[in-house]
Nanobody, 116 residues
């Protein structure tokens, strides 16, 4: 149904910032709960953040540093990442869930590397 493409990843120094974008096509993101997940080398994929129509939720590890947002008119979801730490290094994935459903739709991921 919905196709998701992440962008904005790259190399950033500790304490720096990046903004990831998730461009959706095929369906409007207003139909979905949108989320960000990440998978670090050797670790399980973990939840980062999600946004419903009126609120965002965050994992404890990123709360206060990351902000999820969306622009429905652009069919795009963002993850603003501030105060980045080396442990934030991971492939970041955008995901979509129909309201009341699972995150069944995933992007290809974008690499975020936090290193000096």
């Amino acid at each position: 149904q919905v196709q998701l493409v992440e962008s904005g990843g790259g190399l950033v120094q500790p304490g720096g910032s990046l903004r990831l974008s998730c461009s959706a096509s095929g369906r409007t993101i207003s139909t979905y709960t949108m989320g960000w997940f990440r998978q670090a080398p050797g670790k399980e994929r973990e939840f980062v953040a999600a946004i419903t129509w009126n609120s965002g939720t965050y994992s404890d590890s990123v709360k206060g540093r990351f902000t999820i947002s969306k622009e429905n008119a652009k069919n795009t979801v963002y993850l603003q990442m501030n105060s980045l730490k080396p442990e934030d290094t991971a492939v970041y994935y955008c995901a979509a869930a129909l309201f009341g459903g699972r995150f069944d739709y995933w992007g290809q991921g974008t690499q975020v590397t936090v290193s000096s």
